[in-house]
């Protein structure tokens, strides 16, 4: 079997030199992501991150990344799977990694797109102005909040208002499950409370609304790649504060680094009515993605 370890963070440059050597892998490959959510496990093998997902239940193997031969890997991963007595799935696949696979392997490989899994990326440049009338509604709602908070201020995250943030969205979280107390909450506030806890070791960035003093907004995310930030997190007390907040965070991160030039706001896992609110902000490209598993697998469960 391969040897995959847990993460570890004080190899976090060696797992990155990998993970954004692609331009057009999703979130799953960002190592914030890795970190905070489910079972991750990695293993180097043969100039490939191979990862060992545990998530709800299900094990599967992301798309291996790196440079050279991707045979070894490959072949290791199928050899992993049989003497753990797994499916062999490989996950989080581009249209190219489908090709790649049917190209070496022809027929052994049944191919499933994943529509609920796919990101949503943005023009950082489009969001943090809002222009033009795609973006009418957009701007009438923030300038709506201003309106309606004109004390409303915004101020980076950093580890002396971790602790407010962390009591804001433990409020979210409770308003939440008030509501809909069979919401399905607990993993999403473990992982926001994971990636808390090693914010500066994660390299995670934020920003909060606040007014009078208090928090009422926030959003976190961290680099995917040079030229993509991956917005993991967005809560608000306020649902007018959304799209403020969206709006703040995009024109902050484009001032800082100029040379960023994509948001990726992650997938909307099949749901209606968050498909339909990142649909709003009229994404410039979807990261497709798909899945597959070796049809002798499929055959014999």
Not at 26 to 46: D, H, I, P, T
Not at 133 to 148: E, G, I, M, P
Request: glycine content about 6%; proline content about 4%.
């Amino acid at each position: 079997m391969i040897d995959f370890q847990k993460l570890d963070l004080s190899r976090a440059e060696t797992y990155k030199a990998y993970l954004t050597g692609d331009s057009e892998r999703g979130c799953e490959y960002s190592l914030v992501n890795l970190y905070m959510w489910g079972r991750q496990k990695v293993a180097v093998v043969g100039g490939y991150l191979a990862l060992f997902s545990q998530f709800q239940r299900e094990s599967v193997y992301p798309f291996p990344v790196g440079d050279g031969d991707i045979g070894p890997v490959l072949e290791a991963i199928f050899h992993d799977a049989r003497a753990r007595g797994l499916e062999c799935r490989l996950a989080s696949m581009t249209a190219a990694d489908c090709a790649l696979l049917e190209e070496r392997y022809p027929g052994k490989f049944c191919f499933h797109p994943d529509r609920d899994s796919c990101d949503y990326i943005y023009s950082i440049e489009k969001l943090a102005g809002l222009p033009g009338r795609k973006y009418q509604r957009k701007r009438n709602h923030v300038n709506r909040f201003y309106q309606d908070h004109p004390d409303c201020k915004t101020a980076e995250i950093d580890e002396a208002t971790l602790p407010a943030v962390q009591e804001m969205t433990r409020a979210w979280y409770e308003k939440r499950l008030a509501a809909n107390p069979q919401g399905d909450y607990h993993m999403e506030q473990v992982a926001l409370h994971r990636a808390m806890e090693k914010w500066s070791e994660l390299g995670l960035e934020g920003m909060i609304l606040t007014e009078n003093g208090q928090i009422i907004a926030m959003t976190a995310g961290s680099f995917l790649n040079e030229t993509t930030f991956d917005v993991h997190f967005e809560k608000a007390l306020d649902e007018g504060a959304y799209a403020a907040i969206n709006q703040a965070f995009a024109r902050h991160l484009h001032e800082k680094y100029p040379a960023l030039q994509w948001l990726n706001r992650e997938d909307d896992m099949g749901i209606e009515g968050l498909r339909k609110a990142k649909l709003s902000y009229n994404p410039d490209r979807l990261v497709v993605k798909f899945w597959a598993n070796l049809l002798e697998d499929e055959d014999e469960h």
